[in-house]
């Protein structure tokens, strides 16, 4: 196991064990009242070019301060008949607001990325491989709606599937 796992592993078992500890010390509580669902819808095009995110999440809301859940993704892209990439995968994430309209968050993402593309008229390439990225990121929050921007700290230019270490965001939760 490389050491990027370990500390994925490391944080998710943290994650757990802060949620078993919330559980055990409510006497009473109505979990389903603490669960909020949102994720993301992406679609793109252009001159033959096309890409389809389906990015479902959900989060238990500890109390006004603190929330974490976990998403999946599912993405598809295809260039001009020379490329095309399959990305399933999923994560787990933890938000925090510093005061209401400020929020952190930790995410971690763990994708397995199938890709097939052409390099100057050769055969076709095929890789499959599994990607984690680990995102810091900061957002201005309003109610359910949060816009910001995050980094992930494990970016590698050859094989992530982000243009960039930084990438905006967009999450809302019911």
């Known amino acids: ?13 943290l994650l757990f064990l802060g949620l078993a500890k919330s559980f055990s010390q409510e ?20 001159d033959g070019y096309f890409s389809g995110t389906l990015a479902p999440s959900a989060i238990y809301q500890f109390n006004e301060q603190f929330a974490a859940g976990v998403a999946l993704n599912g993405t598809y892209a295809s260039f ?19 005061i209401p309209q400020i929020q952190l968050s930790g995410e971690f993402e763990e994708l397995n990325v199938n890709r097939k593309y052409k390099f100057n008229g050769s055969p076709d390439v095929t890789e499959s ?26 970016f590698d230019q050859d094989e992530s599937i982000y243009a960039s270490a930084f ?8």
């Open 129 to 154: 491989y599994w990607y984690p990225a680990l995102f810091l990121g900061v957002g201005f929050r309003s109610a359910n709606f949060t816009i910001g921007i995050r980094y992930d700290v494990l």
């Open 27 to 46: 006497k009473q509580y109505d979990f389903w009242e603490h669960l909020r669902f949102g994720g993301g819808i992406g679609l793109n095009f252009g």
């Open 167 to 174: 990438a905006p965001f967009v999450r809302v939760y019911f």
């Open 1 to 13: 196991m490389t050491k990027n796992r370990h500390f994925g592993i490391f944080l998710l078992l």
């Open 80 to 98: 001009k008949n020379d490329a095309n990439a399959t990305i399933l995968g999923g994560s787990v994430l933890a938000l925090y607001n510093i």
